[in-house]
């Protein structure tokens, strides 16, 4: 494998009439029209990336992963790309209806269901599911008129920050006999998927899975075990956090030499969410108060690790920070959470400028698993979401959703 290219990034230009919401001024607007905490998405950032991941893999039908950022703004914007969405439980599947989507752009993709979750999807429209064990095939048989099947097969990668394969898919030399199942209850075999985990490292475990599926979709279709002819490659693309990730062509050349491999009749699919959605956020939090504590200054901020910073405890996330005010010597800091819980701290070991109640603290790169897995412990809110940018031509409208 060659060594990853990671590639400078220009400053992209924007199109006439949109705003960028994540420079300081537009950021202080904001804060005094919506108040703080704020979670800032920047729907130009969304096309940017849908577009990216477009170009590096053509000819792949990019389906948004609601999961990270279900946010209507960032469904929309993906949807007027031409793009599709991966859903995975009842309430994304109603999230969906309401803005009146085409169920036929849709996908369920979670492994495991009641019955309520099938028969809820189908009654909106969606007619294509994931399953990985023979007990879940079970549960299609009263819906094998309408409803086809992905198997879903394991790739385990414990490189990835979130190795998927863990928790989910069958064993690859259990898929065959996981089709023949599906035949003899009468469930049709739309084709495979798999998903080698969450910010995968290198493109090797991507290609390893075409390779090993290209395999299992020529077996199952001699043997005649359903159409066989979609092919459903995950998710994984890897961003920037505290590091530079590769380059996003560069991390799919290989796949996309891999995908080039196999038969023309077969549909591949992708369920890109933190590629998406990650850059395409910011979260801001303004200074509750302050305390000097063994020689470092603690500044306590509206927004922590039961709010938008959840990511830091459940997706293993950490966020650039940055503090809007400039200038002056910079001292030992610390940044914690609104809360009373004493786990309830941003990050320690920073170097910060001495901040007073009311100044902006931001972090970048926050739009996936931040907003969506906060809670609202010790009865603090959630932040607020305010996408910019809705379509070009917009001059800075905003909406806003509620806490």
């Known amino acids: 494998m060659k060594t990853a290219r990671i590639a400078k990034k220009p400053r992209a230009a924007r199109a006439p009439g949109l705003i960028d919401p ?12 919506f108040g703080s905490p704020l979670l800032i998405v920047d729907c130009e950032r969304v096309r940017r990336q849908y577009r990216a991941l477009q170009r ?19 469904i929309r914007t993906v949807l007027e790309e031409g793009g599709f969405l991966d859903l995975a439980t009842t309430g994304e599947v109603e999230v969906v209806a309401r803005m009146g989507v085409d169920p036929a752009r849709c996908i369920h993709t979670h492994p495991i269901k009641r019955d309520a979750d099938i028969r809820d999807a189908l009654a909106r429209g969606v007619r294509v599911f994931v399953a990985d064990n023979p007990d879940e095939l079970r549960k299609f048989t009263p819906y094998a008129a309408d409803a086809e099947v992905l198997l879903r097969v394991s790739f ?65 279709r001699r043997e005649r075990l359903g159409p066989c002819d979609t092919l459903d490659i995950g998710g994984g693309f890897p961003i920037d956090y505290g590091t530079r990730a590769p380059e996003i062509g560069w991390f799919c050349a290989p796949i996309r030499a891999a995908l080039a491999r196999l038969p023309k009749r077969v549909r591949i699919i992708a369920e890109p969410g933190r590629y998406i959605a990650g850059p395409s956020a910011i979260g801001v939090a303004s200074v509750m108060g302050r305390a000097r504590r063994e020689g470092r200054w603690w500044y306590y901020l509206d927004d922590g690790l039961y709010g938008s910073y959840s990511g830091q405890l459940f997706d293993h996330a950490r966020y650039p920070l940055e503090s809007l005010r400039k ?44 907003w969506a897995s906060a809670s609202e412990f ?20 905003v909406m806003t959703i509620d806490r």
């Open 156 to 220: 385990r990668s414990p490189g990835a920050v979130s190795d998927l394969s863990r928790k989910f898919g069958c064993d690859p030399e259990h898929l065959l006999p996981l089709a023949r199942r599906a035949r003899d209850l009468g469930v049709t075999v739309r084709g495979l998927s798999f998903h080698v985990g969450s910010q995968a490292p290198d493109p090797g475990k991507h290609v390893e899975a075409v390779e090993v599926c290209g395999k299992l979709l020529a077996a199952a």
């Open 327 to 370: 200038g002056g010597r910079r001292e030992p800091a610390v940044l914690a959470g609104p809360t009373c819980d004493s786990i309830d701290v941003i990050a320690e070991n920073l170097s910060l400028p001495l901040l007073d109640e009311g100044d902006l603290v931001v972090g970048r790169a926050m739009g996936a698993y931040t």
């Open 22 to 33: 994540f420079e300081p001024r537009e950021i202080r607007r904001l804060v005094r029209e």
């Open 378 to 397: 010790n009865f603090f809110p959630r932040a607020t979401v305010v996408s910019v940018n809705l379509e070009p031509g917009d001059r800075g409208r």
């Open 56 to 74: 590096a893999l053509p000819g792949v039908d990019l389906h948004y992963a609601l999961k990270p950022l279900p946010h209507p703004a960032v």
